[in-house]
């Protein structure tokens, strides 16, 4: 393994990849490991990629892609074909991928066809929901895995359960908890985003959603817009947007305007992300990494989903499963606003980075979590 000086191809794509990856890149360079970053450019606007190695201060990559925007198959294809070229020249001793990705799917299949070993940071999260392409990437990526690194216990029983061999899999957290203790002081202290807004703090809601099964299909975008709306109206606070471009085609094309109580902006950097999800009142979402970080930053959310392969937020209490009616949406928001919290973190103490580094350059046999 690495330990004996080989090397390390962390492969990312996106921006949540980039952000969970940032503190294992800062555990390979804090160790000297021999590792390098290979981006297959599957988001690419500055917004979505850039900034957020700026914004985390981040190696440039050494390869990027540039494969953003194809479709399906055109994407994971020409994706699959350049990484094995580099991973052939590179000769690296395990790729590293995070989380359920085309990325992260072609990033092992790659690797696997190679007979290079693979590691999977976010193993084991499952939705059951096989509609998603992330589930099946998911199930793809984890059975073909070496080291599983497990972020919570239920996702480590998913992987016993489904058979995957005691020692490939460690429960090491998550290392979105890292990204958050890493980031949080220096995005109080560096962002003026709410002076921009013109907010204070807990006076907005602040809404994310881009997922392909809910904003590609028009009438659950329709839903989703028109929840925000009733949200807005009763608790008479502006809901804070920013907008993922996936999301922003879609209003286009679908003729949608957005409804009055909602701020649409653009995507926002890390630091002034957390800063605005650190202060919000409440968190709208169907993205994975907010409802983690709305139950580390001891937010309520509300989960514009059907499910959720996170289901330890549910379980604490902060996070609730609306779907994407619009009265459902409201009468959720006012469920969870008003809830008991018992605040659990169940995503881990801010040091999962190391120890995924460490069972990496121990060959995978760290389990002292
Ligand atoms: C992808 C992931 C999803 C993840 C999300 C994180 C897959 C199947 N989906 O979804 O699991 O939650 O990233 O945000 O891998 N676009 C731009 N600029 C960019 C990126 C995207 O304009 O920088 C537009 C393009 O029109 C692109 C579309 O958004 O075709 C969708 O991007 P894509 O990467 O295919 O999927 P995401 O919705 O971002
Ligand atoms: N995020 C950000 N700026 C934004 C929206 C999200 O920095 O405008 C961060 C957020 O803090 C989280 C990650 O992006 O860490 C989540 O990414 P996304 O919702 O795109 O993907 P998912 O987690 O659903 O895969």
């Given at each position: ?125 499952r939705s059951h929901d096989l509609t998603m392409?992330e589930e ?77 099964e ?91 989903r059907d499910n959720t392969e ?60």
């Amino acid at each position: 393994m690495p330990a004996s000086g080989g090397k390390i191809a962390i492969i990312l794509g996106t921006r949540p990849e980039i952000i969970k990856m940032s503190p294992i890149i800062r555990a390979c360079k804090k160790r000297g490991l021999n590792y390098f970053i290979l981006h297959t450019g599957q988001h690419y606007s500055y917004e979505m990629d850039k900034k957020f190695f700026e914004d985390l201060e981040i190696r440039k990559p050494k390869y990027n892609l540039n494969v953003g925007g194809h479709e399906y198959r055109k994407q994971v294809g020409l994706m699959i074909r350049e990484i094995m070229g580099i991973l052939a020249k590179e000769g690296p001793e395990v790729v590293l991928v995070q989380g359920d990705t085309n990325s992260v799917l072609a990033g092992a299949l790659a690797a696997n066809k190679l007979g290079i070993k693979i590691g999977h940071h976010e193993a084991g999260l499952r939705s059951h929901d096989l509609t998603m392409l992330e589930e099946t990437n998911r199930i793809i990526t984890d059975h073909i895995s070496d080291f599983l690194f497990a972020p919570t216990a239920d996702a480590f029983k998913n992987l016993k359960d489904e058979g995957i061999a005691d020692d490939k899999a460690s429960l090491t957290g998550n290392t979105v908890v890292d990204a958050v203790f890493q980031n949080l002081e220096l995005a109080n202290k560096k962002s003026d985003i709410l002076k921009k807004l013109n907010l204070e703090g807990k006076d907005y809601i602040l809404a994310t959603a881009h997922r392909a099964e809910n904003v590609d299909i028009e009438e659950r975008l329709k839903g989703i817009l028109e929840g925000l709306a009733l949200v807005a109206n009763d608790f008479n606070l502006p809901i804070i947007y920013p907008i993922h471009p996936r999301t922003l085609n879609n209003i286009k094309k679908f003729g949608f305007k957005i409804p009055p109580g909602v701020r649409a902006i653009s995507p926002l950097g890390y630091l002034d992300f957390l800063r605005l999800e650190s202060k919000a009142n409440l968190i709208i979402t169907d993205s994975g990494g907010l409802q983690e970080e709305a139950c580390i930053l001891k937010i309520p959310c509300v989960t514009i989903r059907d499910n959720t392969e996170r289901p330890e937020t549910i379980k604490a209490g902060v996070n609730i499963l609306a779907g994407v009616e619009p009265n459902k949406i409201w009468q959720s928001a006012k469920k969870i606003i008003k809830s008991r919290k018992k605040w659990i973190n169940p995503f881990g103490d801010g040091r999962a980075a190391e120890r995924i580094v460490g069972a990496l350059a121990s060959s995978g046999k760290n389990k002292d979590y």
